[in-house]
């Protein structure tokens, strides 16, 4: 403890001021707030998913890639739906706030679409993109449904958690199309 306030106090000025951050005037005042912000986070990234997973369908070689992306497509319409039941569980209204996070994982996985040709390394990255977007959303929705739970939304709770399922499950689809992708790469 001694040496740590040592540290942070021999810490040039103008760095250790600059890790304390003011909140604004709209900062989130408790956990519900934060909760209902959260969920307007990811209904923008679930809206923004179904407009994106499209064309990473139709850039994948493998068809079982195309495939497993379309399907997890429809299952992301439905959890935009789903979203909207949570909204209304919880006495609010379905709002889009930006997510940040969603939106630079989805560039980078366009990134990796110019950077490729048609092809296994090009599946490969796609897969990684994908796969690096499910956990942001394993992680958003394990987060949601333990948020609700404390507030009580239990409603809510249960359709996010159903959500969250999806996702570890659409995760693990990737990874099978992973493996079989290597092995038809290892058989060339
Ligand atoms: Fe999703
Ligand atoms: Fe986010
Ligand atoms: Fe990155
Ligand atoms: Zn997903």
Not at 34 to 60: C, H, Q, R, T
Not at 120 to 129: E, P, S, T
């Amino acid at each position: 403890m001694k040496n740590l306030e040592k540290i942070i106090g021999n810490k040039p000025s103008i760095e250790s001021k600059n890790n304390i951050v003011s909140p604004s005037l709209d900062a989130a005042a408790n956990l519900r707030d934060f909760f209902i912000d959260s969920l307007k986070d990811i209904y923008w990234a679930e809206n923004a998913l179904v407009g994106a997973l499209p064309k990473m369908a139709a850039n994948a070689t493998s068809s079982s890639l195309a495939n497993a992306i379309l399907e997890h497509l429809e299952v992301t319409k439905n959890q935009v739906s789903r979203l909207e039941k949570v909204f209304d569980l919880v006495g609010e209204k379905a709002e889009e706030k930006k997510c940040e996070a969603m939106a630079g994982l989805l560039k980078e996985g366009d990134g990796i679409l110019e950077e490729t040709e048609p092809g296994a390394v090009r599946d490969a990255g796609i897969i990684a993109a994908s796969q690096k977007i499910e956990h942001y959303e394993i992680t958003s929705y394990g987060t949601l449904s333990a948020f609700a739970k404390t507030l009580g939304e239990n409603d809510a709770a249960k359709l996010l958690t159903q959500t969250l399922a999806e996702e570890k499950e659409a995760d693990c689809l990737l990874n099978d199309v992973a493996l079989n992708l290597i092995n038809i790469v290892a058989a060339e």
